[in-house]
């Protein structure tokens, strides 16, 4: 069994026992019970395997497992025959229409229907492929049947601060472009959001939205406020690499999608991105067109001066608090990890496969391994924005780190720094709604202390 079915089938046995393993308040008795059996009544896709139902005893293993070697434990050892992964177009189209024509159908009646009426080959369609193709174009049941059909929305609140954190990345304004500054550029800002106190654990402004992004606005607020229970997000890429899934399992974290196409599920984060637009947004142009407002840095810090001297202070709608007090009524301890050990957690990890030389190549750049991992397929383990220090690994495990033959690229062309921003206008004089909130911000350090590991976040205005 390759290492990336390996990795998949530790992120699906992951998903199933994540709500047990993340969780940081005790289990009532009979709880654990209740879910293991709920758990095993469903109908999965099950990575590698035809099999579309686990049992308890097999939920019962993986946490068992998962306590003793964490995300390494939940791998499998023994191999598993692998399934045709591919399916003809002409056989994948009718299946499609016979599931559109009756979406009640199940993926085994499809397959039937295929093989009976001569349009595939007896034993050639994997039911877990073609599952996974319907679901791609929009033709699973659940979605089929689900069409036309108005449902309401049930009101959540996570029973207690750092529990549950959304996340997501909005378009929200534009400022000079560092490569000309008589162009703009879009700013994009990221949020986490956490869900019982509305309190933003952290927001940051980026020039995209790509995984990396993501990752440094992580690693910031767990360092800052401690390991969360669950991370709450929608389907984009950034959000459904295997890379978070992986993050999320060795970290301990529950991580939920929202349904596609609903997005009321992530209404607080979507809320507070409104009270964005209405509060910080206008303000924050105003600036901009006095020249006081000019680089990124400049806007991240005036988000910051806006956060924590404005917004976090407020009294919330909804809670009729504001988030900074119901953030500290948190006692809960809280799970932390070391700068050094995210770094680790977060490494990203491509397979290659050494050369007769012991040579492997990496975004441009050529390295030199071991003699004895010659023409094996190794692990690199590295930091993409420094490609000069990588690890090796093979059959879990690591070697000495690889030597650097060539580097043409110091960094990963998907984290491209980017270049020295203009110079900043002198201020004219006029007082600003964000420097009387910088104001604000500054006075708090000499009032009260703050306490970075009860800090927290909200959705409204």
Known sequence: MDSSLQEQMAAFR?????????????????????????????????PGSTKTHVSVRSLERWLNQYRRGEWNGLKPKARIRKTNLSIPPAVLQEAIRLRKERPERSVDQIIFILEESGKAEAGTVAASTLSRHLRKAGASRKELLAEGVEKGFRRFEAEDAHLSWQF????????????????????????????????????????????????????????????PSQFYCDNGS???SHHLVRICGKLGIQ??????????????????????????????????????LMTLADLNAALAAWLDGYYHIREHGSTKQSPKVRLSSCEREMRRKTLAELTEIFLWEEQRTAD????????????????????????LRYDPFDLSCIQ????????????????????????????????????DGQVAFLELAEQKRQAQWTSEPVSYATAGGDDTQ
Request: proline share 7%.
């Open 14 to 46: 992951y998903s199933l026992i994540a709500p047990i393993v993340s969780r940081q308040t005790p289990l009532a008795p009979g709880e654990l019970k209740a879910y293991l059996a709920q758990a095993a009544s469903q109908v999965y896709h099950i």
């Open 356 to 379: 007769k030389t012991g040579c492997v190549s990496l975004d441009g750049n050529t390295y030199e391994v071991d003699l004895e991992l010659c023409r094996k397929r190794v692990l």
């Open 255 to 292: 991580l939920s999608h929202s349904t596609v196409r609903r997005p009321a599920g992530r209404g607080k984060i979507e809320r507070w991105f409104r009270f964005i637009d209405t509060s910080f947004k206008p303000e924050a142009y105003a600036l901009i067109e006095q020249g006081r």
């Open 392 to 427: 090796v690994w093979y059959e879990d495990k690591r070697y000495a780190d690889a030597t650097v033959v060539d580097l043409a690229r110091p960094y990963d062309r998907r984290v491209n720094p980017e270049p020295a921003a203009p110079l900043v206008v002198e201020p």
């Open 238 to 240: 950034a959000f459904s």
């Open 168 to 227: 997501d990345f909005q378009h929200t304004l534009y400022l000079p472009d560092p490569k000309d500054p008589k162009k703009r550029k879009k700013a994009i800002l990221f949020a986490i959001l956490d869900d019982y106190s509305r309190y933003i654990v952290h927001a940051e402004f980026y020039w995209d939205e790509k995984l990396p992004r993501m990752e440094d606005s992580l690693k910031k607020a767990i360092l800052k406020h401690g390991i």
